[in-house]
């Protein structure tokens, strides 16, 4: 079946750092891939998304490629914020077929000032 | 975005009652819902999918007759978990989505706790 595998966390990174989360899928079609967000105590927050192939998401300064070639679609973000620090979940869907989401294990980031 | 408002953030119950959570997709027709349970620092499981007007589909290993979901109308979803036990405390996350979007909106989830 699909599924959806995430670099182990926790990663911790100083302000302003480089931040890479890598992610890999498998998946039978042509899913949708998501990046979503996750504060303490908090729901889901969708980050970005991508929905076919070389397609880029971006959104407060993320950004994500959906790669066919390598099945991947890391999270990348050139300085990151304390204030990004949270859990980071990659998953796949093709919803529009009425399917659901498939997450990734999560990856905890903490950025320290 | 779309908005989901599940209610309520938080409940605890004593050992042996039901509890009641709800969904609902505030400004859209949600024709499918999704009900995860997360526990402390993993991932989202899903335990099952809600179309509007017909019975829930049940992941493997999730006790329907436990989790008992409702998705009467295109805008209401609800999950009861019948006769609590303190192993079935645990973050629960509903989403929602239709056929409009590419994308499925997230409630912001009800801590339970039982006691």
């Known amino acids: 079946g699909d599924s959806v595998t995430q670099m182990e966390g926790p990663v911790t990174l100083s302000e302003e750092a480089f931040l890479t989360i890598n992610c890999t899928y498998t998946?039978?079609?042509?899913?949708?891939l998501f990046w979503y967000v996750q504060y303490p105590g908090e729901g889901l927050q969708l980050l970005l998304k991508a929905t076919k192939a070389d397609d880029k998401g971006s959104n407060k300064g993320f950004e994500a490629t959906y790669r066919k070639e390598t099945t991947s679609f890391h999270l990348e973000k050139g300085s990151v914020q304390v204030s990004d620090s949270a859990v980071y979940f990659c998953?796949?869907?093709?919803?529009?077929?009425?399917?659901?989401?498939?997450f990734g294990q999560g990856t905890e980031l903490s950025v320290k000032p | 975005g779309a908005v989901v408002s599940q209610h309520p953030s938080w409940v605890i119950c004593k050992s042996g009652t039901s509890v009641k959570i709800e969904c609902r997709s505030l400004d859209f027709q949600a024709t499918t819902m999704f009900w995860y349970r997360q526990f402390p620092k993993q991932s989202l499981m899903l335990m099952a999918t809600s179309n509007e007007g017909s019975k829930a589909t049940y992941e493997q290993g999730v006790e329907k007759d436990k989790f008992l979901i409702n998705h009467a109308s295109l805008t209401l979803s609800t999950l009861t978990v019948t006769s609590a036990h303190p192993e079935d405390s645990s973050f629960y996350i509903c989403s929602a989505s239709s056929g409009t979007y590419t994308e499925a909106f997230f409630g912001q989830g009800t801590r339970l706790t039982v006691v």
């Open positions: 998946a039978t079609g042509y899913p949708s």
């Open positions: 998953a796949l869907s093709d919803l529009q077929r009425g399917g659901k989401l498939i």
